[in-house]
Every structure is written in structure tokens, then in C-alpha cells.
DNA sequence: CTAGGGTTAG
């Protein structure tokens, strides 16, 4: 008897130990190992069962758990719960319902894990329905949940709103609510909110600490993680990558030192430290040394050799790497998508067997960024769950093809947008020419209740800029102020060319001296404005103050002062600057350099010498030049030269009407009609269009576009009869409009 | 063996 007992003492202890073991190999990933220590055990209790259940979830193996679930010959409620659990880790909302739904019994655990389930994926309704409906309110485990839900959501009121209304309120209830003020960079609210707890530990300290480091407030950081009681792993590591992100990796290291006790997350934080700051060598020395490694450790390593191109060396970790997961394989993925190596991408992600969102995401854009619509697109129809990226990205990806009406679809099929959505397709109308609908979306998406960020104001901005709509333009300089973007300097250098593309170089100049620190953007966005307006000496005075304030020129630069020279005859300094370009900067030119080079010699009567500098380019002319060339032809009615350059034009721009038009107005002007008539009968033949005659007035800070066959429009016809009465007027003063070239101009 | 707040990679 008492042997037998020592027996199944024994025993129990035996499967106690092997339930132990199975738990820990899956923590540390190493799950074949931990199957093989569970098909060996001999006699299995429900603990082992879910044990195992439990490693297969959480290594991303949600089938097999759900066969083990199936298999099990006796369930418990914590195999339920495990089995929920384990869809949760997976994001199975659907699967994890479907069991609470049939499970005998419930506890706390599956309430709230089904709760957990839904915040998690953004269901927050859901959430809130189940828990109307939980039984025990008394237990703040649920209530912590949907705190955490809200907040991870923007949705801090309603957080609030529940914390005040809780009938017991632990400590983490507390810490969810600061974790809302510190995550979502509200540190004034958060500093107060920290100040009023009547208790605090360790995770409320770490949570101020991590709010500063994320506001980019080094100082606060380090002053309140001096001052935590007792600092755990996470207060140094939280810390440390503070110091690393804002690239002191000195003081980061002197940390990583001082630190009493490391674990892997420590060594993998020194890591990504060196990788952010490229010292590929220090953070191989590190992996090196470090005790075990994660997979998070590998990840880090070879996305840092991702970053420095040096693709070789990722591959070979990648093959090193003992258990290779999603992350790792999606980092290299990336790199070979960086360096255009499409088929390398692609081999890998199809032998990925467990493909999350975020490596799905990456296939896409590297498709995208290929031009490879169609591919991105066959993959986009095959994702089963589609975050904001996915969607965004097959938006700016259409956008940057031109099919802005497909860009439109996927936009409006989306059940919900966020900001990044509204830019893509606002950036997508603007850098497409369609500057009428960027508008119409801006203010759109105001309608919606979202808020623009820089970059929608830096697009809307550009759209005004090439509609020259000064009014709409100034109604969002002051948004821009109001929205607290007027020192961001995408925002400000869209309003300087805004201003100056409106004519109005003095505003421009105004928000480029309002500005803080303005960058090189910024001073060539005002000299190609100066350049614009005919201000060449002004242009050019800009360009040596820029030189004295220590700023080097581009050949950004360079193309908006040579074109100030160019529209304001300054002939000699135009020639002299594209000089000093090439020999005193060691700049290359590009074609728009050459196009206005060969615009000034044209001006100049200089036109063999322009023939022969685009000759002997050492790179290829495109349409700029050559329109160039075609421009200075007609002013000095060159008609020979003028054919030649019309026909290299056409092979850029075979369907630009304005080009033909110019070619027949060197033809009409030399008398040549018959060549008049043989432009027309080419365009004919080429199926060249006439371009509707476009225009647009502002009234009441609203743009009207007005197309030449645009009788569709409502109130056209009471326009035209407004306009006609005003030319009629403009003519009784004195104004005869030249109709020479609108005569030329056949429809 | 199952749940709520804080760290490292994407």
C-alpha cells in the first residue's frame, strides 16, 4: 500500500515535471522539442493536454491546438479556456465565439477572454455588448479589459467614463487609464493623472518613463526613472531604448552596463540600440555574447543587415536561424523588395506557412513599389484579414499607376478609413493633376470628423499651389496655424510655393522668415517662386544669402536660379551659374538644367549654340529641352530647326496638343499654311485630342472649374451669358484681347 | 494549463 502510493506519488511528480517542461520549450519557441517530450509521456492528465494546446497557440500553430482540443479525452473548463485563449493569440475572433458560445460552463477567465478578443481586433462594440451582459460586475479583471480596449483605441473619454464608474477599482485599473494619457503622447494629462494616484508600482513608473521617452522629453524620462523605487528589467529597458532611439547609444550602453540583472529582452534592447545606429559590427558583438537568444534577437539582427543593404549576411542568419518565424522571414522579405530583387521576395513568402498581416502587408508594397499592380492586387483578393496598411497601401499603389478611379473604389469600399487613408488618395488626386477632386476630398474628409495631419495639409496645399486658388490657399494657412503644423517643414514649404505660385511672393517670403529652422527645401521653394514671379536678381540675391547662411545648393537649386535667369533674360549670370554649378559644386546637370540653359541661348538669338549643347548632352534630352528648343524656334522663326525639334518632342509627348499647336504657330507665323494643314491632318492621324480648355475662378473661398465643354454643368449657361457681358464691358473700355493665336488654335 | 496594465523585432 504504502509503496503504491510513493508510486503514484512519483508518478505525479513525473507529469508534473513533464507539463513544466512542455510549458517552458513552448515559451522559448522551441516547440518540436516540446512535442517530443509530450508524445513520450506515457500517462497524460488534462494539464498536459492543455499545456500543449496552450504551446501550439502560442507559436502561432492555432490547427493543431484546435485537434489537440478535439482529441483530449477529458476537457476541463481551463481546456476551454486555453482553446479560447489560444484563438485570441491568433486572432480568431469568429473561432474563439463560437466555442464560448458552446462551452458547458463559464468562469471570469472565459468572460473576459472572449471580451479581450474582441478589443483586440478593433470590435470594441462587441466587447461592450458582452459585457452588459457578464454576470459578476464586482471583479474589475473585465472592466480593466475594456478600459484597455478603449484607449488602445483613441477612445479615451470612454474609458474614463467606465473607470469612474467602476464599483471596486484595483491598481491596474489605474495603470490602464495612465497607460491611455502616456501611449497616446498626452503627457500633461498623464503627469497629473500619475500625481493623484494613492498608490503606484512599478508598471506606473514605467508607464511616465516610457510616456517621455515617447514625447522625445530624455530629461523627464531619466528624472523619473531615477526616481523609481525599485527599477525592474522593463524600467532599464524601457530606458536604454529611450536613449537608443534618439541615437545616444553611448548613454545607452553605460546603461545596458549598469544594469543589475539582463534577461533576453535587455541583450535584444542593446541590439536593436546598435542596429538603429547602424554599428552592425557592436550588435553582432552583442548577439554574440549574449547567453540564449529569441527569435526576437535574430529578427533584430537581420533586419539590421536589411537596413545596410548588406542582404548576404540576412540571408545567412535567416538560414542560421534555428526556428524561423514570420517576423524574420518578412525582414527579409523587405530587404530583397528594397534592392528590387522581386523574385527572391516572393520565393520566400511562398514557403511561409503562417503568414500574418504585416508580411502580406510587405509582399503588397513591394509590388506596389514595382509598378506591379495586378500581382499586389491578386495577393490583396487572397488576405482574409486586411488591416489600414493593406488597404492604404493598394490605394497609393493605384495613385502612383495614374488609375486614380481604381485608388477611388478600393476608398470607398473601405468600412473605415483612418488618416493615412484619406492622404493616399488626396496625394494620389494632387500628384495625378486632379487638383479639383484633392479639394473636394479635403474637405470630405473633414465632414467624416478626421482630423488632417501635415501631410494632408502639405497635399491640399499643393493643390491650391497648381490651381492658384490664393483664397482657398490662405483659409488653409490659417488651418495649418490653428492645427498647430506651422513649423512642420513639409506643411511650410507647400505654403511658400503655394504663395508663390499665386503670385504672391511677398507671402511667401513672409512664412519663409516666420519659420524657425528652415531647411534646403525651403530656400529652393522660394527661389523657383522668386523665379517664377520674374524676380531673376531677387532669385539669385536669395541663392548667395543661402550660400552665406552655410547652406549647400542641390540641383534643385540650381534648376529654380537658372530658370529665374532664364524668364528674366539675365543671359550672362544664367551662363555663369551653370558653370559654377558643374565646376565649383561638382553637380551633374539634368535635363531641366540643359532646359533652361537652352531657353537662354534661345532667348539670347543664340540658337545654334543651343542646338549644339543639346547635341552634345551626356545625357539624355527629354521634353523639357526639347520644348525649349521648339519655344526658341518660333521667337526666331527657325522653321528648319523648329521641325527637327518638334519631331524629337513628339516622341515624348505624341499626344500633347500644346506642342502641335506651337509647331503650327512657327508654320503659320512664316506663312508656310500648307505645313499648318499637314499638323493638323498628323494630329488627326495620331488621334491627338483637344485638351478642354480649363479655367477656375474662387468665389466665396470655394474653387469653380469651368471646362471649354463643360455645357453639362449646371448654371453654364448662366455663366456664360455673365461672361459675355463682361467681355462686352471689357471691350467698351478699351480691351481687344489678342485672338492671333486663338485663331491658329482649330477645335 | 486559461484573463486585465509596462520592455525588445515587424
Keep these: 500500500m504504502r509503496s503504491k502510493l510513493k508510486s503514484i506519488g512519483e508518478n505525479g511528480s513525473l507529469v508534473f515535471n513533464h507539463n513544466m517542461k512542455i510549458t517552458q520549450l513552448g515559451k522559448s519557441g522551441r516547440i518540436e522539442e516540446a512535442i517530443k517530450v509530450f508524445k513520450q509521456m506515457t500517462n497524460r492528465n488534462t494539464v498536459t493536454w492543455n499545456s500543449m494546446i496552450s504551446v501550439y497557440a502560442k507559436n502561432s500553430r492555432i490547427s493543431d491546438a484546435r485537434r489537440l482540443f478535439d482529441r483530449m479525452p477529458l476537457k476541463n473548463l481551463v481546456s476551454w479556456n486555453t482553446m479560447i485563449s489560444g484563438y485570441l493569440h491568433n486572432d480568431k475572433v469568429q473561432e474563439a465565439y463560437e466555442l464560448f458560445?458552446?462551452?458547458?460552463?463559464?468562469?471570469?477567465?472565459?468572460?473576459?477572454?472572449?471580451?479581450?478578443?474582441?478589443?483586440?481586433?478593433?470590435?470594441?462594440?462587441?466587447?461592450?455588448?458582452?459585457?452588459?451582459?457578464?454576470?459578476?460586475?464586482?471583479?474589475?479583471?473585465?472592466?480593466?479589459?475594456?478600459?484597455?480596449?478603449?484607449?488602445?483605441?483613441?477612445r479615451l473619454e470612454e474609458a474614463r467614463r467606465l473607470f469612474d464608474a467602476m464599483p471596486v477599482k484595483d491598481l491596474?485599473?489605474?495603470?490602464?487609464?495612465?497607460?491611455?494619457?502616456?501611449?497616446?503622447?498626452?503627457?500633461?494629462?498623464?503627469?497629473?493623472?500619475?500625481?493623484?494616484?494613492?498608490?503606484?508600482?512599478?508598471?506606473?513608473?514605467?508607464?511616465?518613463?516610457?510616456?517621455?521617452?515617447?514625447?522625445?522629453?530624455?530629461?523627464?524620462?531619466?528624472?523619473?526613472?531615477?526616481?523609481?523605487?525599485?527599477?525592474?528589467?522593463?524600467?532599464?529597458?524601457?530606458?536604454?531604448?529611450?536613449?537608443?532611439?534618439?541615437?545616444?547609444?553611448?548613454?545607452?550602453?553605460?546603461?545596458?552596463?549598469?544594469?543589475?540583472?539582463?534577461?533576453?529582452?535587455?541583450?535584444?534592447?542593446?541590439?536593436?540600440?546598435?542596429?538603429q545606429n547602424c554599428q552592425l559590427d557592436e550588435a553582432i558583438r552583442v548577439f554574440t555574447e549574449m547567453p540564449e537568444r529569441n527569435s526576437v534577437s535574430w529578427t533584430t539582427m537581420i533586419n539590421g543587415y536589411v537596413r545596410i543593404g548588406k542582404l548576404d549576411e540576412a540571408r545567412d542568419l535567416l538560414n542560421m536561424m534555428p526556428y524561423k518565424n514570420v517576423a524574420a522571414q518578412t525582414a527579409m522579405i523587405f530587404g530583397y523588395i528594397q534592392c528590387m530583387r522581386m523574385d527572391e521576395a516572393r520565393e520566400i513568402f511562398d514557403q511561409i506557412s503562417s503568414r500574418d498581416v504585416v508580411c502580406w502587408n510587405t509582399m503588397i508594397a513591394g509590388y506596389a513599389q514595382s509598378k506591379r499592380m495586378d500581382e499586389a492586387n491578386r495577393l490583396f483578393k487572397q488576405m482574409l484579414k486586411k488591416d489600414f496598411v493593406s488597404w492604404n497601401t493598394m490605394i497609393a499603389g493605384y495613385a502612383q499607376e495614374g488609375k486614380m478611379d481604381k485608388a477611388l473604389r478600393l476608398f470607398e469600399e473601405m468600412m473605415e478609413r483612418n488618416v493615412v487613408s484619406w492622404n493616399s488618395l488626396i496625394a494620389g488626386f494632387t500628384q495625378n493633376g486632379l487638383y479639383m477632386d484633392a479639394l473636394r476630398h479635403f474637405f470630405f474628409m473633414g465632414k467624416e470628423g478626421k482630423k488632417p495631419d501635415q501631410s494632408t495639409f502639405a497635399c491640399g496645399l499643393s493643390a491650391c499651389a497648381n490651381l492658384a486658388a490664393l483664397q482657398v490657399g490662405k483659409q488653409f494657412h490659417h488651418l495649418v496655424v490653428k492645427s498647430g503644423y506651422g513649423n512642420d517643414l513639409f506643411v511650410v514649404n507647400a505654403l511658400i510655393t503655394m504663395y508663390a505660385k499665386c503670385g504672391r511672393i511677398s507671402s511667401a517670403d513672409q512664412v519663409f522668415k516666420d519659420t524657425d529652422a528652415v531647411d534646403i527645401v525651403s530656400w529652393n521653394s522660394l527661389i523657383a517662386g522668386y523665379a517664377l514671379n520674374g524676380y531673376g536678381k531677387e532669385a539669385i540675391q536669395l541663392f548667395q544669402e543661402m550660400e552665406k547662411n552655410g547652406v549647400h545648393p542641390d540641383l534643385v537649386t540650381f534648376v529654380g536660379v537658372l530658370s529665374a535667369c532664364s524668364h528674366s533674360g539675365l543671359i550672362d549670370q544664367g551662363l555663369k551659374l551653370f558653370k559654377c554649378m558643374t565646376e565649383e559644386y561638382s553637380i551633374e546637370p539634368v535635363a531641366e538644367h540643359y532646359a533652361c540653359i537652352v531657353d537662354l541661348l534661345g532667348r539670347a538669338g543664340k540658337l545654334e549654340e543651343a542646338y549644339q549643347l543639346v547635341k552634345g548632352m551626356p545625357i539624355k534630352a527629354n521634353a523639357g529641352t526639347w520644348g525649349a528648343l521648339l519655344g526658341a524656334c518660333r521667337i526666331h522663326k527657325n522653321l528648319e530647326l523648329g521641325k527637327f525639334a518638334a519631331e524629337k518632342l513628339f516622341q515624348f509627348e505624341p499626344h500633347k496638343n500644346s506642342n502641335y499647336v506651337l509647331l503650327s504657330n512657327i508654320h503659320a507665323e512664316t506663312g508656310s499654311w500648307n505645313e499648318v494643314e499637314e499638323v493638323r491632318m498628323l494630329m488627326k492621324e495620331r488621334g491627338v485630342e483637344k485638351q478642354p480648355g480649363c479655367s477656375w475662378i474662387e468665389v466665396k473661398n470655394q474653387v469653380h472649374a469651368f471646362f471649354s465643354d463643360d455645357s453639362a454643368k449646371p448654371k453654364t449657361a448662366a455663366i456664360c451669358k455673365t461672361l459675355m457681358t463682361l467681355t462686352a464691358e471689357m471691350r467698351n473700355r478699351g480691351y481687344m484681347p489678342d485672338i492671333k493665336s486663338s485663331l491658329l488654335d482649330y477645335r
Design 172 to 275: 491596474v485599473s489605474w495603470n490602464s487609464i495612465l497607460a491611455g494619457y502616456t501611449q497616446n503622447e498626452e503627457m500633461g494629462l498623464g503627469l497629473k493623472f500619475f500625481n493623484d494616484m494613492v498608490e503606484r508600482d512599478v508598471v506606473s513608473w514605467n508607464l511616465m518613463v516610457d510616456g517621455f521617452v515617447r514625447v522625445g522629453d530624455l530629461d523627464s524620462a531619466l528624472h523619473f526613472f531615477q526616481r523609481i523605487p525599485n527599477p525592474n528589467v522593463i524600467s532599464w529597458v524601457t530606458m536604454l531604448s529611450g536613449y537608443a532611439k534618439n541615437g545616444q547609444i553611448t548613454k545607452a550602453r553605460v546603461l545596458f552596463d549598469q544594469m543589475p540583472e539582463r534577461n533576453v529582452v535587455s541583450w535584444n534592447a542593446m541590439i536593436a540600440a546598435y542596429v
Design 101 to 154: 458560445v458552446r462551452m458547458p460552463e463559464r468562469d471570469l477567465f472565459s468572460w473576459n477572454l472572449m471580451i479581450t478578443c474582441y478589443t483586440r481586433n478593433g470590435q470594441l462594440e462587441n466587447a461592450r455588448s458582452l459585457f452588459v451582459q457578464l454576470p459578476d460586475k464586482g471583479n474589475p479583471v473585465c472592466w480593466n479589459s475594456m478600459i484597455a480596449g478603449y484607449t488602445k483605441n483613441q
